[in-house]
């Protein structure tokens, strides 16, 4: 029913900053909620940043309140992720999600997963 196709990653020194985009198919997108999630090396996945149907109301990690920004665009079906500030423990692999509901503004209630855009970021 939906498809999504995760772009803009790589490498980037710290400071710097890089912006994702999450295109997605399928018409059930622009009722779901939609973000994304990231997983270091050895690491458990992780969620970072989420936004409504609407693309109104928006949450974060704690690790990234501040620096990073998620935002939609309805009319291309598109979710981004602006990444500034970029710390070396940024570095994971980043996933696009999408989900009927937002669950106690810290996580997605994920029906589809992108298949993940590679960044890196060096000291």
């Known amino acids: 029913q939906v ?3 995760e772009s803009g990653g790589g490498l980037v ?19 779901y909620a939609a973000g994304w999630f990231r997983q270091a090396p050895g690491k458990d996945r992780e969620f970072v940043a989420a936004t409504d149907w609407s693309g ?3 949450y974060y990690a704690d690790s ?3 620096r990073f920004t998620v935002s939609r ?9 602006q ?9 994971a692999v980043y996933y696009c999600a999408a989900g009927p509901r937002i669950i106690t ?5 994920v029906s589809y997963w992108g298949q993940g ?3 890196t970021v060096s000291s």
């Open 83 to 91: 990444m500034n500030s970029l710390k070396p423990e940024d570095t």
């Open 3 to 5: 498809q999504l196709v």
């Open 13 to 31: 020194q710290a400071g710097g900053s890089l912006r994702l985009s999450c295109a997605a198919s399928g018409r059930t997108f622009s009722s």
């Open 105 to 109: 503004r810290r996580t997605i209630e």
């Open 73 to 81: 665009d309805s009319a291309k079906n598109t979710v981004y992720l």
């Open 64 to 66: 990234v309140k501040g």
């Open 56 to 58: 109104t109301l928006t």
């Open 117 to 119: 855009t590679q960044v």
